[in-house]
């Protein structure tokens, strides 16, 4: 996964701690209202006009007095994120730390408990691609299930959902505006959960951020959060959670901080990337200066072969000859011993050693029987074809030793 990628994400994680949802159409209704609204908090009466996940009443806190500010403070840069206004009664727990070096978060712990067993929990922003081995799937709802342990039992998770509400809040269209400026695309999306605790039934959602980029197929970061709640306080915890999330105060000098680090860890990878380039690039061209030192010795070598092999052709053409004029003169010789002459049957293919000799033409069948004559008269023409001395075969240059 591309770095750069990763801390755009991290520049605006807090946000994953916004998101709205219910199967009542009433508090969808309401859910718009509150997520476009200009006040961080509702009021009395928009809540009291909101029925509950089951048509109870809920109320609310109440913005005079009923909210504290809470800075999340980013231990390993030493500045601060941004702040949170939280509804009195309520704690947020944070241990949040970015690599000051790679701009990555080397601890990441972001919860907001309510009194009554609520919780919203951001989680650590995770890659995904073939580096990491899983999908956006696996990786989201690993996350989500990551997110849930220790807490509830018996998690249920449903199908990923992409949600209009969540990309209309103020903090995602702030987010995707800057994403689009650096080249990436953010998409929301959120699926409903269920689980079990020692108090009773847990409702809640998970919410995702979806980060990717055109240059990169197949690979992404997700930025996301788990919302539990007692099932009778679900959609007020949801309803807040929003809320929450619309109220955020970016700190300008964080994400100016950040960006300066994406910029140094850009550059430093950049400079990474033209020395392992030079580095393979030298690598290669001494490879290839051992393959042409190799071909050329290889060359040498051939050459060397094929001057002995040629050297050995021209002595075992000699040995041939020799061997050949040898046999030719013992054949002879044999032949003036016995009065016999060697005979080759062009037309049968068939060779004849030892005829009768004091004839001026033979002939011979397919049996190998011959019949000298002293004329050239075929004796039968069916039967008989016309065969060859081989001395006279041999002083042409048509003999080459082997067996006619």
């Given at each position: 996964m591309s770095r750069p990628l990763l801390v755009a994400a991290l520049l605006l994680a807090p946000l994953a701690l916004a998101a709205c949802g219910s199967s009542s159409d009433s508090y969808d209704d309401y859910a718009d209202e509150a997520m476009t609204s200009d006040d961080s908090f509702a009021s009395d009466d928009a809540y009291a006009e909101a029925p509950g996940a089951f048509g109870q009443e809920i109320s609310a806190p109440t913005p005079d007095g009923g909210t504290q500010p809470v800075v999340i403070v980013d231990r390993g840069l030493q500045i601060a994120q941004g702040t949170y206004m939280i509804p009195a009664g309520w704690q947020l727990q944070q241990d949040v730390a970015t690599d000051p070096n790679t701009g990555q978060p080397a601890r990441y712990r972001l919860d907001i408990r309510g009194p009554n067993g609520e919780l919203i929990r951001g989680l650590r922003p995770a890659n995904y691609g073939p580096m990491t081995g899983?999908?956006?799937?696996?990786?989201?709802?690993?996350l989500a299930m990551q997110g849930a342990q220790g807490e509830v039992g018996n998690v249920s998770i449903g199908s990923l959902q992409r949600s209009e509400r969540l990309e209309r809040l103020r903090p995602f269209q702030r987010a995707a505006a800057k994403a689009q400026q650096m080249g990436f695309r953010i998409e929301g999306f959120e699926a409903p959960l269920r689980a079990q605790s020692d108090r009773g039934p847990v409702e809640g959602a998970v919410h995702v951020l979806h980060w990717t980029s055109p240059q990169m197929a197949g690979m992404g970061v997700v930025v996301a959060s788990v919302i539990?709640?007692?099932?009778?306080?679900?959609?007020?915890?949801l309803r807040l959670n929003a809320q929450i999330a619309n109220g955020f105060q970016h700190n300008p000098a964080f994400e100016q901080r950040m960006e300066?680090?994406?910029?140094?860890?850009?550059q430093r990878q950049a400079t990474q990337h033209q020395q392992r380039m030079a580095s393979n690039q030298a690598a290669f061209n001494a490879h290839q200066q051992r393959m042409a030192s190799n071909q050329a010795a290889f060359d040498a070598s051939q050459q060397v072969y094929r001057s002995?092999?040629?050297?050995?052709?021209?002595?075992?053409?000699?040995?041939?000859?020799?061997?050949r004029s040898s046999d030719e003169m013992h054949r002879r010789t044999i032949n003036e011993i016995n009065g016999t002459v060697d005979l080759y049957d062009a037309q049968a293919g068939q060779s004849i050693y030892g005829a009768e000799s004091g004839y001026n033409t033979y002939w011979t069948d397919p049996s190998g029987n011959v019949v000298g004559s002293q004329g050239y008269d075929n004796p039968d023409a069916l039967q008989y074809n016309q065969a060859t001395d081989l001395d006279d075969v041999y002083d042409q240059g048509g003999y080459d030793g082997g067996d006619w």
């Open positions: 899983a999908g956006f799937e696996q990786t989201w709802r690993g539990l709640s007692p099932a009778d306080r679900a959609a007020a915890t300066q680090i994406n910029q140094a860890a850009m002995n092999s040629q050297v050995a052709d021209m002595q075992m053409q000699s040995w041939q000859n020799t061997q």
